[in-house]
């Protein structure tokens, strides 16, 4: 096993502040994503959709294997399997190198040990914010590429399950609310 920084094995940027790419009237209409789309176990959800400039550079749209983390506290992490998204200001894009399993790294990014060092990287502000420059810091143990891969297939698993976990309770949830408002003669 062999420890890097991120931004041996991975390019690091920011995404972009949105608003300065909004063209209403134009019709090219994007999907982004925004800091409430990302939320830990969870699938990437909430984008919305906007007006966008097409000046917009390529760089702040998502590519299959990126890896969103919020630079605001809690830092939350996704893997990304579709293309195209517009990626919104305080979130990092993280493209992995050739040589890593990217949904490996990303489980990696999202582990405790990798967590307490953010923590402490992190600013004292009220929300505590992580910077690009900090961030592409962070020390990572990394194993080979196969075995990165044979662990990726297995928490990749772990979090289908996960994933239909949270679905079953949003649905019960709502079960539950809608079964009320019939008793109580709402909607």
Same mark, same amino acid.
């Given at each position: ?23 209403? %009237? ?19 959800? =909430? ?18 294997? =990126? ?8 830092? =939350? ?6 293309? %195209? ?5 305080? $979130? ?8 890593? =399993? ?51 297939? $297995? ?6 399950? $996960? ?15 809608? $079964? ?8």
């Amino acid at each position: 096993m062999n420890t890097f920084k991120l931004k041996e094995i991975a390019e690091v940027n920011s995404g972009v502040t949105v608003r300065r790419y909004i063209d209403e %009237g134009s019709n090219n209409f994007k999907e982004v994503i925004v800091q409430k789309s990302i939320q830990k176990g969870r699938k990437l959800s =909430d984008l919305q959709k906007m007006e966008m400039s097409s000046k917009l550079n390529e760089r702040y749209f998502t590519v299959k294997g =990126d890896i969103l983390m919020k630079t605001p506290y809690p830092n =939350d992490v996704v893997h990304i399997s579709q293309e %195209g998204l517009v990626v919104g200001d305080r $979130i990092a894009i993280i493209r992995v190198s050739d040589g890593f =399993d990217s949904s490996f790294i990303a489980h990696l990014l999202d582990n405790v040990s990798v967590r307490k060092q953010l923590t402490k990287l992190t600013s004292s502000e009220r929300i505590p914010q992580l910077s690009i420059k900090d961030l592409k810091e962070v020390k990572l143990q990394i194993p080979d590429l196969e075995t990165q891969k044979r662990y990726a297939k $297995i928490l990749n698993l772990i979090d289908e399950r $996960i994933y239909t976990n949270y679905e079953i309770i949003d649905n019960d949830t709502r079960l539950k609310e809608g $079964i009320l408002n019939k008793l109580l003669g709402g909607n």
